[in-house]
């Protein structure tokens, strides 16, 4: 079948839209009609390793135009949302922990299935796609079963794409990964899609003090607004020192979603004892990271990775699907509508920080 898509043929060159092939399914495979797909810092950093020409895209929603002879769990005409691709059979996968799939890499920055095959091709020449086993930078995305959710009927799939990467990361975070208590004290590092997806949800989980760092006053400005009880300017002094007085001690859980060392290293300092640290991010450069194994270990602190905020996506996306509903997640508030012919524009407003969370309208 033909579709449109941005193909990317240089790291540093443009998104170009042009037509290309679908070609036939596998028998777990589906192709959803997207009607949006958010654009996630993950595309932008990746433009350089993975293999090109390719098409990126991975916070797709849409609905379900065509399965394949296998597909059980979804039916033509289904709205769903696309998630990272998992194998679904590894021990992660069967013990509950997809995010942490033994195929994560591969599957997800290969540019292709796999076996190494694709199902994009333009004039006969095979085209890198399946990444994140979706590429929804398209008017139509192969995906599997196992990737897309099916969501309500009257969900409202342009708002919701990001669900599948970007804002389950930073919610899952703080619903899945850090269990935060009603109650309790959270710093958040990074104030950005991720981070202030997290800050909506631990207002919605109760936490008594949210604090939140950043370096950009307005984004400080809409997380107070979203929930924050402080923020902090990271410009202004020692930030750990100033989160520790402002929550009387420090906190029982800090975020950190800028992947700078500097808030890394405060982050953990933020902590009160016995405090956990959960982070979604490595920091710039995977250089060396100030970890200080005394205050780890005489603080009995805990240091947490977090990938896809350990969603289970078919359980967890429906869930924030329905606290978007229930107005306990403002998600609209992070979010800037873009012309899919204007993609060049809504990248370059992600790279700047103009847009929190850029998606693109297909149609
Ligand atoms: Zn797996
Ligand atoms: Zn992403």
């Known amino acids: 079948m033909q579709a449109t898509a941005a193909i990317l043929r240089d790291p540093k060159g443009p998104f ?14 589906i192709v ?18 993975v293999p090109k020409p390719v098409v990126l895209g ?29 194998c679904g059979k590894c021990p992660s996968c069967e013990s509950g922990a997809p995010a942490h799939c033994a195929d994560h890499h591969a599957l997800q920055f290969k540019g292709a299935r796999l076996d190494g095959t694709t199902a994009l091709s ?13 590429s929804s930078f398209a008017t139509h995305a192969v995906a599997t079963e196992r990737n897309a959710i099916r969501v309500a009927p009257d969900a409202p799939l342009d708002m919701l794409g990001p669900l599948g990467c970007g804002i389950q990361t930073g919610a899952g975070a703080i619903l899945n990964s850090l269990n935060v208590a009603h109650g309790s004290k959270v710093a958040f590092f990074g104030a950005g899609a991720v981070g202030l997806s997290a ?56 975020l950190e979603t800028a992947a700078v060392e500097s808030s890394f290293a405060a982050a953990i300092a933020s902590l009160t004892q016995r405090g956990v640290c959960g982070f979604v991010a490595s920091p710039v450069g995977r250089g060396t990271t100030p970890i200080v194994p005394f205050d780890m270990l005489i603080n009995g602190k805990t240091l947490c990775g977090v990938v896809q905020g350990a969603s289970v996506p078919h359980v967890f996306i429906p869930r ?12 609209e508030r992070l979010v800037s509508w873009y012309d899919f012919a204007d ?17 693109l309208r297909m149609n």
């Open 16 to 29: 170009v839209i042009e037509p290309i092939e679908i070609g036939d399914l596998r028998r777990d495979e």
């Open 32 to 49: 959803v009609r997207v009607v949006a797909s958010g654009i996630c810092h993950t595309d932008i950093k990746f433009r350089d390793t």
């Open 58 to 86: 991975h916070e797709g929603a849409g609905i379900v135009e065509k399965i394949g002879a296998d597909v059980t769990r979804l039916a033509v005409g289904d709205p769903v949302v696309l998630t990272f691709g998992f």
């Open 122 to 134: 333009q004039n006969g020449a095979p085209l890198h796609g399946a990444f994140f086993q979706q």
């Open 199 to 254: 800050v909506m949800a631990a207002a919605a989980a109760g936490a008594a003090q949210i604090v939140a760092v950043d370096v950009v006053p307005s984004r400080l400005e809409l997380a107070q607004e979203l929930g924050a009880h402080h923020v902090l300017d990271a410009r202004d002094g020692d930030v750990a020192d100033r989160v520790r007085d402002t929550t009387g001690g420090g906190v029982h859980y800090a």
């Open 320 to 331: 924030l699907v329905d606290m978007i509903a229930a107005g306990r997640f403002p998600l």
């Open 343 to 359: 993609i060049n524009q809504a990248v370059a407003d992600a790279e700047s920080g103009a847009a929190i969370k850029p998606i």
